[in-house]
């Protein structure tokens, strides 16, 4: 294993993600980036060449825009990159791996619909967790895993209703809510899903979610889940 110092792309290195870099039709080349890439606070280290072997082989065996690339991809990104959720809150380091390291995956998972859109999966992070298409599955797979266990990730994953509307609600970063939300809602159909994750986030309003264990947060959900079928 060899380890590779990580970097950030810092926010005035935004300004040369333009258009037609998005689309692949355009390179920023290394003179471009020596202004705008700078080492991480602490100079974390990553095992990069496992995500860079993975990212090759997902490149090779799945077709563009497959959503499946997910799942294939999660727990070797999770792994290779083993930093602590303060590394993992700078955004920078989010957009130098999705623009400078691996801009052929974001390319290849994500279908070119609109500037914005695109622009979300190489520059989103930050608190909005669903955006960046590198940082959402590092994240997804550190609030699912339990040390070795992926098992609940590789499930999550393969259902996108579950990713999409679990992972896109304001409780999603609360990991004994995401846990048992995750694990109740895992053999539900997509109209379930989608209703209790409403229900469940608005129930929030009149409950401290940082107050709540996993079993509470289970036994709220197993009663919107009845409720909803």
Same mark, same amino acid.
């Given at each position: 294993m060899t380890e590779t110092e990580l970097h950030r792309l810092t926010e005035d290195g935004r300004r040369l993600v333009g258009e037609s870099f998005m689309q692949g039709e355009a390179a920023i080349t290394d003179e471009q980036l020596t202004e705008y890439v700078e080492p991480m606070p602490g100079r974390p280290t990553a095992d990069l060449d496992r995500i860079d072997s993975a990212v090759e082989q997902v490149l090779e065996e799945y077709p563009e825009y497959d959503t499946a690339i997910d799942g294939a991809l999660a727990e070797e990104i999770h792994r290779g990159l083993d930093i602590t959720r303060r590394t993992a809150g700078d955004p920078g380091l989010w957009h130098w791996l999705a623009v400078v390291r691996y801009p052929d995956l974001v390319r290849h998972r994500w279908e070119y619909?609109?500037?914005?859109?695109?622009?979300?999966?190489?520059?989103?992070?930050?608190?909005?967790?669903?955006?960046?298409?590198?940082?959402?599955?590092?994240?997804?797979?550190?609030?699912?895993?339990?040390?070795?266990?992926?098992?609940?990730?590789?499930?999550?994953?393969?259902?996108?209703?579950?990713?999409?509307?679990?992972?896109?609600?304001?409780?999603?970063?609360?990991?004994? +809510?995401?846990?048992?939300?995750?694990?109740?809602?895992?053999?539900?159909?997509?109209?379930?899903?989608?209703?209790?994750?409403?229900?469940?986030?608005? +129930?929030?309003?009149?409950?401290?979610?940082?107050g709540l264990s996993e079993n509470e947060a289970r036994e709220m959900i197993r009663q919107i889940v009845a409720e909803s079928r």
């Open positions: 619909r609109s500037e914005e859109a695109m622009r979300e999966k190489f520059l989103g992070a930050g608190s909005d967790l669903y955006s960046n298409a590198i940082h959402r599955l590092w994240w997804i797979a550190e609030l699912t895993s339990r040390g070795d266990d992926y098992s609940t990730t590789d499930a999550v994953f393969a259902n996108q209703t579950m990713v999409n509307k679990v992972f896109d609600r304001w409780f999603a970063r609360y990991q004994p +809510a995401v846990r048992a939300m995750c694990n109740e809602l895992a053999d539900e159909p997509s109209r379930v899903i989608d209703e209790t994750t409403r229900r469940f986030n608005h +129930a929030l309003t009149n409950v401290q979610l940082e």
